[in-house]
């Protein structure tokens, strides 16, 4: 099978696509043929050199993986062949007190998927059965490879995490990515005014297409921050002074200030995302006397995901692919991601 590996990171990583043998799958492990598998901007700091902990050398990227099962190995119960199937991004023991409790995707035992493992830019993967969901038969396969993330991750954060309520207003940043632009949508099937934050003119339209209530292009990120706009004081104009419930962030530090400022009295603020890794500076008072919560959330749960599913085949949302490249073009795939211009998801076809 053809399988795409990093032979250098860098700022223009040398990327190769080589043929290595079909893995088979062992006792409770299932191959899935992949139909597609998202780039996500892991796999862009992975490849840039910058993200290096816990990278198995020689890893097949990739963890947004979508596909049909192929064959399946002993004592597969749940899965069979022909199934269409997405993955969690953890590969989950299934026996575990977490995995027992529908919690696959922080198995004690887990291991990243395109990271300690090998993922899905390949044509063929090797996964254990509690890695993979089994979606509609009616699911578009290249669609569906954003299910989990970043899909599920999103509606984890929007739904479960920020308990956005009807009626209550939600603020998103990085709207125009690949979290950003499903966050809105559930937002808005939620029942949410949602006010989109973009430092990307070209796409306002298209948020205000996905149901944004307002769009703020209210920052403009230069590498040195110096052009970062505060959004706050608009949040609030549009809110009559009470401020965002939930807001959703996705770009993290170099928007902190701005993001804390557009936040209402019992505010939730998830943070899914941190594109520069700087600290914030933070004055505790103002958590304190807003009665606000600041919490993480990371990953999706198979219930999510399934979730995702059936939200997409009934319509209520709509998985945005921005590009679908072929493996032998990752380079490109590589430089869309970066320059941060798609709306949306960049994804990868193996064949
Ligand atoms: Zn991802
Ligand atoms: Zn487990």
Same mark, same amino acid.
């Given at each position: ?46 490849? &840039?050199? *910058? ?5 198995? @050398? !020689?890893?097949?990227?990739?963890? +947004?993986?979508? #596909? ?10 749940q899965l069979s062949v022909g199934d269409k199937v997405v993955s969690l991004l953890t ?100 029942? &949410?005014? *949602? ?5 990307? @003119? !070209?796409?306002?339209?298209?948020? +205000?297409?996905? #149901? ?77 006397f807003r009665d606000a919560r600041i919490v993480g959330s990371s990953g999706t749960s ?50």
């Open positions: 099978m053809r399988a795409l590996f990093l032979e250098n990171p860098g700022i223009a990583p040398s990327l190769k696509v080589k043929e290595i043998p079909i893995p088979s799958p062992s006792t409770g492990e299932v191959l899935v043929r992949v139909a597609a598998c998202g780039f996500c901007h892991h796999d862009r700091l992975v490849m &840039a050199g *910058v993200l290096k902990r816990g990278v198995k @050398p !020689g890893v097949i990227l990739g963890h +947004e993986i979508s #596909g049909e099962v192929a064959s399946i190995g002993e004592g597969v119960s590969y989950s023991c299934g026996q575990c007190d977490r995995c027992q409790q529908g919690r696959e995707h922080r198995c004690r035992y887990g291991e990243g998927i395109g990271h300690s493992r090998n993922g899905g830019f390949a044509e063929y993967v090797v996964l254990s059965q509690h890695s993979l969901v089994r979606i509609r038969s009616d699911a578009d396969l290249v669609e569906a490879c954003i299910f989990s993330c970043p899909m599920g991750v999103a509606l984890q954060g929007v739904q479960d995490v920020a308990n956005l309520q009807k009626g209550e207003t939600m603020l998103v940043t990085g709207a125009g990515g690949g979290l950003g632009v499903h966050a809105v949508q559930f937002g808005v099937t939620l029942g &949410a005014p *949602v006010i989109a934050v973009t430092s990307s @003119p !070209g796409k306002v339209s298209r948020l +205000e297409e996905l #149901g944004a209530s307002y769009v703020l292009e209210a920052l403009v990120a230069t590498q040195d921050q110096s052009d970062v706009l505060d959004f706050s004081e608009l949040a609030l104009a549009l809110t009559e002074d009470e401020g965002v419930n939930v807001a959703l962030d996705t770009v993290g530090s170099i928007l902190f200030p701005s993001t804390l400022g557009s936040m209402a009295q019992y505010g939730r603020m998830v943070l899914l995302g941190e594109v520069t890794g700087q600290p914030v500076e933070l004055n505790l008072a103002e958590i304190i198979r219930r999510l995901v399934e979730q995702v599913s059936e939200m997409v085949c009934s319509g209520a949302v709509r998985p945005i692919i921005s590009h679908v490249i072929p493996l032998a073009d990752a380079t490109v795939a590589f430089e869309l991601v970066s320059s941060r211009n798609p709306f949306g998801r960049v994804v990868i076809t193996a064949r």
